[in-house]
């Protein structure tokens, strides 16, 4: 290799955006998989406990993202309308942003924000279980950029997923 090509591999991972290296996490059920938050400033957390999967934080706890799996309790089929009213409520500003399609599944994203906590908020609906990929924090520190990253990295597999309970590949208590 002549000294040009190694200044030229030398230059393109130096030059190289950090995305491309970035780490997935992926769901004990393979159904989804998003972007770690940046290893520099977000730390990953023993989940709190079930329905969360998953969970990083700011060392100064301003911050946490998180994934759960969580089955759904109404019996009717689940709405954007009814997603915001419930996450709706005084005090408490929601905006609907637009729904974004992977494959045959649907991603529904709204933004809450008070004067002390700003969320977004992914779900994606699947049978009577939903994934909700979360990005909480204090409304004065809350990092808009990387939640707005999270969500957009959400990848789905396609084909079929089941239940927890239905699935043979991961054990359930």
Known sequence: ?????????????????????????????GFLSVERPDPGRYVSQT?????ELVRWQAPDES?????????????????????????????????????RKVGEHEIWVIKTSSDTVTQLIAVIHHDKWFHRVRASGLTSKFDLESARQLIKSIEIKSGSWMPPSRNPSRKVD
């Open 63 to 99: 911050i946490d993202f998180s994934v759960d799996l969580v089955p759904q309790l109404q019996r009717d089929k689940p709405t954007f309308e009814r997603m915001v009213r419930a996450y709706g409520h005084k005090g408490v500003t929601v905006e609907r942003l637009p729904i």
């Open 47 to 51: 989940p709190r406990s079930p329905p």
């Open 1 to 29: 290799m002549n000294r040009r090509s190694i200044t030229l591999v030398l230059a393109c991972v130096v030059l190289s955006p950090p995305l491309a290296c970035a780490e997935r996490w992926q769901a004990p059920d």
